[in-house]
């Protein structure tokens, strides 16, 4: 049974930081692709970062700069540490992976508030 489950959201002020983790089980984490999404009240949900297995990351231009991904495989765990946080960075975040091309899993989601 595949689980993904994200922590480290929370309310934090303009300009400040947080870091989402997301732990999984169930699969062969060192070969997957993972990604962190967002979804905004009223919008559709978007990806936000990606990390393969070896390493290449992938960044949405608006946090370009400001987020990173990583991930530690030894702890079958990717990260996503936020920076200079926005008010429109506010959303639940969601941790991704895809088994294949038609099997994808999803984690539950972490509320990131950010107040101006």
């Known amino acids: ?5 994200e ?11 947080l870091r989402l983790s997301c732990a999984a089980s169930g699969i062969f984490f060192s070969i997957n692709t993972m990604g962190w999404y967002r979804q905004a009240p009223g919008k559709e949900r978007e990806l936000v970062a990606s990390i ?14 400001r987020f990173t991904i990583s991930r530690d495989n030894a702890k079958n765990t990717v990260y996503l540490q936020m920076n200079s946080l926005k008010p429109e960075d506010t959303a639940v975040y969601y ?11 999803w984690g539950q989601g972490t509320q990131v508030a950010v107040s101006s």
């Open 95 to 105: 941790c991704h992976t895809r088994q294949s091309i038609e099997v994808e899993y």
């Open 7 to 17: 922590s480290g959201g929370g309310l934090v002020q303009l300009g400040g930081s």
């Open 1 to 5: 049974q595949v689980q993904l489950v």
């Open 52 to 65: 393969t297995s070896a390493g290449t990351t992938n960044y949405a231009d608006s946090v370009k700069g």
